[in-house]
């Protein structure tokens, strides 16, 4: 990977949206509020399972993983895509191009691992309840996590420095809503034939290997509701799982869709609405669909606003 220093782009273009001038206030509110949602959904949940002892467990530590990650995410693209709207038109500099890409890839490959850990993590505790404690052990859970984390820096590492290694020397628009390796990389002044193969085989192994193990964690949980003599308790646990792959569907779907073909036939419209579903609307529905709806979660956030009424009123 030889380092190319033809570069004559110091800045890009990020068009987001520009396409629909009329839409630009409305967009600009939806998203602002989507934003604000997300950011205050995953920070609850960040706090309350950090301060409530009960919760240190490896689904509820896997769920504070997944929030850091999903605010992370937000705040890492959000703010610069509701720049973009605000003012139609933005500049962003070469080197806050790829700091911003490298953060995308480095959450996103964490991401789909820990929704693969959390996955096993169900299913260890469902179809083995009596060994779950040995199975999903501190030392299997911190190695889950690290594994997770170091996979993303590995990835965000790799590709935004091969990537950045391209010679840029003609236009410097980027239609999209923010530096994504697949926009970034139609700008490119060179072969790139080398790396979309890197870019497939990379992420079948990061995408698809863990969405399969997803789904095949799911089939065995399916079969142990199944065998529940209650039935409140299958309808509920029927109704968790649906939840969950919605949730990971829609995240593995799009991004698949975007990375597996970094050059693709797509539509730029198509592209910048498979983003957003994965790093908008994603973020926003894990709070709802893994944390806020369980009774757990619930019981927690009342103990903390008790907790913070007693104090008030002391």
Request: hydrophobic fraction near 50%; proline fraction near 4%; glycine fraction near 6%.
């Amino acid at each position: 990977m030889e380092r190319q220093n033809q570069s004559c782009v110091v800045e890009f273009i990020l068009l987001g949206f520009s396409n629909y001038p009329e839409l630009q206030g409305q967009l600009f509110g939806a998203f602002l509020v989507i934003y604000l949602v997300t950011l205050i959904g995953n920070a609850i949940i960040i706090v309350i399972i950090s301060l409530d002892q009960s919760l240190h467990i490896p689904m509820y530590l896997f769920l504070l993983n997944l929030s850091v990650v999903d605010l992370s995410f937000s705040a890492v693209i959000m703010p610069e895509m509701l720049v973009v709207l605000s003012t139609e038109k933005t500049t962003i500099s070469f080197g806050g191009c790829f700091a911003q890409m490298y953060f995308i890839l480095l959450l996103g490959g964490a991401e789909c691992f820990l929704l693969g850990a959390m996955a096993y993590d169900r299913f260890a505790a469902i179809c083995h309840p009596l060994n779950y404690q040995m199975i999903m052990n501190k030392g299997v859970f911190m190695k889950l996590i690290i594994f997770s984390w170091a996979l993303g820096f590995m990835l965000g590492t790799v590709q935004t420095s091969w990537v950045s290694s391209f010679p840029f020397c003609g236009l410097n628009e980027i239609n999209h809503i923010s530096c994504e390796t697949p926009a970034v990389l139609e700008l490119a002044c060179a072969d790139t034939f080398s790396f979309e193969i890197y870019a497939f085989t990379g992420t079948f192994l990061i995408i698809l290997v863990p969405f399969l193990l997803i789904l095949l964690s799911y089939i065995r949980v399916l079969f142990a509701i199944l065998k529940m003599p209650s039935t409140t308790g299958r309808q509920k646990a029927f109704s968790t799982c649906a939840s969950h792959l919605t949730s990971v569907t829609l995240f593995y779907g799009t991004a698949s869709m975007t990375y597996l073909q970094p050059k693709s036939g797509y539509s730029p419209e198509t592209k910048k609405l498979m983003s957003l579903s994965y790093s908008l609307l994603t973020p926003l529905l894990n709070p709802l669909i893994y944390s806020l709806r369980n009774s757990e979660m619930k019981r927690a956030l009342m103990k903390l606003w008790r907790r913070r009424v007693v104090l008030h009123t002391i």
